[in-house]
């Protein structure tokens, strides 16, 4: 009898016990978490993927307007295009090709449409080697002056390729030189860094100096 009773009385007490915490942590007596400001997302600018530039050959692969590369709308194929020399031997552009800003290497050094356009076919390009690689297809015209980036850009350490890792298990994309470059002014503009990490974890804000014993 005593034995129950005395079980019942701990019992009672335990029940208190817990009943008066769990009103403690519900009103967190202890101390509330820290309101930590909002995260803002990130600019999607810095997720977006897409390359820095919409090339030819990607306007095929989406079926966009190729019409500006369709040079035989306008010039004649049985008339090869004569360039217009300025005294220092710079090309004079005609208004019809005024949104081509030219400046491949310092002192215009690449500006020779001739250079990679192929004068006898102006939808083609022509290497210094003598090969006729289609307009859409460029990055070997690239390759056949920039050598040591084309095979850094072949091997993967140059430009960028997406896709499997393990060419067994599906197929991988690489990126064309002219994705990223202005073949026409092919220096890569400089971007705005992408802002650095969230912290997970608020930093003690303004901690109080602590005191000293004198
Ligand atoms: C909207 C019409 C138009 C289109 C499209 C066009 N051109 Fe031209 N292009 C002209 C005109 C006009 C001139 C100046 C007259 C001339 O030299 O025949 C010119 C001049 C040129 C020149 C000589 C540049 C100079 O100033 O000496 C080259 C090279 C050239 N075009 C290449 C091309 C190529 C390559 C394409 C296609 C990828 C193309 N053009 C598409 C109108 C056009
Ligand atoms: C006929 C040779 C030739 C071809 C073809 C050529 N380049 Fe260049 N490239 C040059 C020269 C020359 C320079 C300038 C080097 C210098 O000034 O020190 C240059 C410079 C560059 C630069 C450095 C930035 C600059 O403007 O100085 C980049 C990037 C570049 N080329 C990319 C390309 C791409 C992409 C292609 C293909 C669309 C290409 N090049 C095709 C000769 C070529
Ligand atoms: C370094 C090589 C190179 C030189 C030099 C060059 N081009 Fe191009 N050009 C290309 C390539 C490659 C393309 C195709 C780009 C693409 O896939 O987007 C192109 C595209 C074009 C186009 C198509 C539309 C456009 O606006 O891009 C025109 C027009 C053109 N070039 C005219 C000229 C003229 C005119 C000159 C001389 C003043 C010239 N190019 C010099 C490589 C060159
Ligand atoms: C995914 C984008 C991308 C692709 C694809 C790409 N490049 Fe570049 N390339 C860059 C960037 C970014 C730089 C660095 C620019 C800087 O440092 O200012 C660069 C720099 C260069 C330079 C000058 C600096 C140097 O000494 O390497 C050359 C030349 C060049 N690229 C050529 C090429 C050629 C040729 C191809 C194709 C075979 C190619 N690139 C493909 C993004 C790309």
């Known amino acids: 009898m005593t034995r129950n009773g005395n079980t019942n009385r701990v019992l009672a007490v335990l029940t208190l016990l817990f009943s008066g915490l769990a009103v403690a942590f519900a009103l967190r007596l202890w101390g509330r978490p820290v309101v930590l400001p909002p995260i803002p997302l990130v600019d999607p600018i810095f997720t977006n993927t897409a390359t820095a530039r919409v090339s030819l050959g990607l306007l095929l692969q989406t079926h966009g307007d190729t019409s500006d590369y369709d040079c035989y709308t306008c010039h004649d194929k049985k008339e090869p295009v004569k360039l217009k020399l300025d005294d220092q031997g710079n090309v004079v552009l005609p208004k019809e090709h005024s949104d081509l800003v030219m400046g491949h290497g310092s002192h215009n050094r690449n500006n020779n449409c001739y250079n990679c356009h192929d004068e006898s076919n102006l939808e083609a390009l022509q290497t210094r080697d003598g ?53 026409h002014k092919p220096a890569f503009p400089p971007r705005a860094p992408a802002p650095g990490p969230h912290l997970l974890h608020p930093i003690a804000q303004a901690a109080p100096p602590q005191e000293r014993n004198p």
Do not use: M
């Open 131 to 183: 090969r006729h690689p289609k307009l859409a297809e460029s990055s070997p015209l690239c390759g056949s002056c920039h050598g040591p980036t084309y095979d850094d850009w072949e091997a993967g350490a140059h430009g960028r390729i997406s896709g499997y890792w393990d060419r067994k298990l599906g197929p991988f994309v690489r990126q064309n030189c002219v994705a990223c470059h202005d073949p």
